[in-house]
């Protein structure tokens, strides 16, 4: 998206500051990883 992610002018820019929000808040894809593989196991 290059500087239309980092302009408040446009809609993208609110799109990729909220997924960085949820990715802080539900952790990394790794970790999210573990969590699947675990309950996957149990």
């Given at each position: 998206?290059?500087?239309n992610g980092y302009s408040r002018e446009y809609p993208v820019e609110?799109?990729?500051r909220d997924a960085k929000i949820y990715?802080?808040?539900e952790g990394t894809t790794q970790i999210?990883?573990?969590i699947?593989?675990?309950e996957l196991y149990r």
């Open positions: 998206f290059g500087g609110k799109l990729m990715q802080i808040y999210q990883k573990q699947i593989v675990r």
